[in-house]
């Protein structure tokens, strides 16, 4: 079955560009456009995409807010990938922490976008550690002295900070040593103590909490 994908954005060449790179994958397809965010709610509930490829800036509802929209009326929203003109700006950690699974680049290389549309799909999460290094050192205040911990295990513990590394459960379950049904347990575990919605959130919650710091 063909992933579905709704591409949000006020810029049209933008638009035609991303619909360009989707539809000529055998596993991926168009089923909208949007040049607002504010019709975001309606098309999704119309077309039911699995993905929509997010803009930020937007003339009357932007993507934080139509994201934070998404998360909150939907019990099985779409992932949400931002595609930003700049990984730096702070718009995009708070499209995060509204709910986006992770950003893209406009200026990627199009196997890049194809690739985290299907990373996000298949469960698992778009996350680069470096972005997300200096967007949280922009955003996050200084931690307080007494850091959250969540009740996590010690290998719970491990297992995020991995996380927050980028690490795939496989690359987690090499690193430690453990089967990847061990580790799909325990990044379950985290996600609930968190009350994470998937593994981007727990991330941001780990750094806003100052359980993981920008700069460890």
Known sequence: MSTKVLIVDDDELI????????????????VGE????VEV????????????????RMPSVDGI???????????DPPKVIVVTTFENDDYVYQALRAGASGFVLKRSRPEKIVHAIRTVVSGEYLLYPAGIQRLAARAVPQPPA????????????EVLKLMANGLSNTEIADQLFLGVQT??????????????????????????SGFITPHS
């Open 183 to 208: 580790v799909k347990t325990h990044v379950g575990r985290v996600l609930s103590k968190l009350d994470a919605r998937d593994r981007t959130q727990a991330v941001i919650v780990a750094y806003e």
């Open 146 to 157: 007494e850091r959250a911990h969540f009740g996590l295990t010690d290998r719970e513990a």
């Open 15 to 30: 638009r035609a560009g991303l619909r360009t790179i989707v539809d000529t994958q055998p596993d991926l397809s168009v």
């Open 65 to 75: 807010r139509a994201t934070e929209h998404l998360m909150s009326v939907s019990a």
């Open 41 to 56: 709610p309606g098309l999704v509930a119309r077309l039911r995409p699995d993905v929509v490829l997010m803009d930020i």
């Open 34 to 37: 949007a040049g607002d965010g």
